[in-house]
Every structure is written in C-alpha cells, then in structure tokens.
C-alpha cells in the first residue's frame, strides 16, 4: 500500500466567449517548471476547494468569481513521485475583471482541440482529453 501524502489542488478552465481555455505556464524555480496547467493551487487547511479557487484566482490572475460560477467538471488522481495528487477541475465562464499576469506568469488562450499542443503535467492528460471531448 501507498504511503504518499494526498495533495489536494484545485484547478479550473476558465472559458471564454470563444470558447477558448486558459492555461498558465509554471514559473521557472517550481516544480515542473515550464509546463503549462490550468490555473489553480493548493487548498489549504480549513479552505473549501471552490473558495482556494476564487483566492488563487484573484492572486494569479487578478480577477473575480463567485462559487456558483465554477461549475464540477471533471477531476484527476495521479500518483507522482512524492505524492498523490488529488486535483477537481472545475468550468468557469463568468468572471469580472480581465486576466492579468499577476505573478508574471505567462498565459495562453486555447482551443480545446489544440491543447495537445502545449506540454502539460502528466496529471492532466486525462483532463485535456475530456476537455476535448465534452466542453
Ligand atoms: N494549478 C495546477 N497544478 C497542477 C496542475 N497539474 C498538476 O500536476 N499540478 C500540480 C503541480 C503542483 O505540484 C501542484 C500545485 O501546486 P501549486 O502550484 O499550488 O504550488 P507550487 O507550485 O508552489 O508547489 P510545488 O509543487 O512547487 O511544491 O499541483 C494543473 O493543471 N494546475
């Protein structure tokens, strides 16, 4: 049996009228530096999911969203080297503000189909699938 920690991380795909996705490119000095994800982070101890969601959105990108606007889409369960991940990504399409770099991180907009594109933690690759499929 597993002795790995379970590392909850929310994540979420922020939607745009185009239909287009957000990913955010992992600084250089983090771990996995220069893949891209979908912005998100670590919930912290005594946090919801949806409210470590609204918190790193406002840190990393400056913008705002409300609970009710981050809808469950799908989750993934990946096991790496020091840890498992347990990571729920959620569908958000209504947000106030415009994304911004707030902590220098790089952004991209992109079309589902052309997520394979961009190199992404292998915890994802599921996610990029049903992404693909069902947005
Ligand atoms: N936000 C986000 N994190 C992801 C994704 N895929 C994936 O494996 N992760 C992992 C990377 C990190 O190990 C963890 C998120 O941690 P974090 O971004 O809040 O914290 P961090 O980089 O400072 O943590 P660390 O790994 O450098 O210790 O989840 C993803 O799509 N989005």
Not at 46 to 69: F, H, M, N, Q, V
Not at 93 to 119: C, I
């Amino acid at each position: 049996m597993s002795t790995l920690p379970i590392v909850l991380v929310s994540a979420v795909a922020l939607v745009d009228a185009d239909g287009r996705v957000l990913i955010a490119r992992r600084p250089p000095g983090k771990s996995m530096a220069g893949l891209w994800e979908f912005p998100g982070g670590k919930v912290e101890p005594g946090e919801t999911p949806e409210a470590a969601l609204i918190r790193e959105l406002k840190e990393e990108l400056g913008i705002d969203t409300k609970e009710s606007c981050l809808a469950p889409f799908t989750f993934a369960s990946h096991g790496y080297e020091k840890f498992h991940l347990l990571m729920p990504l959620y569908v958000c399409r209504r947000w106030t503000g415009n994304v911004t770099a707030h902590e220098g991180q790089e952004f991209a907009w992109v079309r589902p189909a052309r997520l394979g594109d961009y190199e992404m933690p292998p915890a994802d690759k599921p996610l990029v699938a049903m992404l693909r499929d069902l947005l």
